[in-house]
């Protein structure tokens, strides 16, 4: 069975700092890895994700992931958080061997001005 | 774009009562799938279309019933509904069951008395 763990419920940044949104998980394949971002009252979107190749991964809005195989995880991260970052953040993973995604618990991110 | 539709958007039921929430995709994407998102819980998989004429359970799927109608059309039937139901209901398309991302509607909430 596949899962996904955000250790983190919420994180909370200055605008201008660093972001980090932690994602690790657990596969009995090889992983394939997704971001994907909700604000209020939409649909998720999809941010990026690691299928194979190059660990650094970058995406929309300014966000990059790196893929770590031996810890397992897959964190978000933003050099430098805009207060329009403020969201909730979705990890998600498949195994080689599955068409379907699961999900973890979400982080709300909230980047204060 | 039109991207994934789901109707309706919002539907508030008593208990007993049955629905069929519609989703439709215009992007020619091969798989689909329906989640519920509760506070706190992530999404969870209910059921899935890998291919048109394919249906699979997820995680959820106690209480539901899927139609994969054609290429586009996916809907998910409440036979008898009940209040542990209450839930945002997710539409989502991929174009490749497991590397390709989701492409999410923007919800349908449904509440049960």
Redesign the interface.
Known sequence: AQSVAQPEDQVNVAEGNPLTVKCTYSVSGNPYLFWYVQYPNRGLQFLLKYITGDNLVKGSYGFEAEFNKSQTSFHLKKPSALVSDSALYFCAVRDTNAGKSTFGDGTTLTVKP | NAG?TQTPKFQVLKTGQSMTLQCAQDMNHN?M?W?RQDP??????IY?S?SEGTT?K??VPNGYNVSRLNKREFSLRLESAAPSQTSVY?C?SSAI???G???????SRLTVL
């Open positions: 994934v798989s799938y989640y706190g819980m992530g999404l969870r998989l899935y890998a699979d997820g995680e997710f989502a069951p497991n590397t991302e989701l492409f999410f509607g923007e919800g």
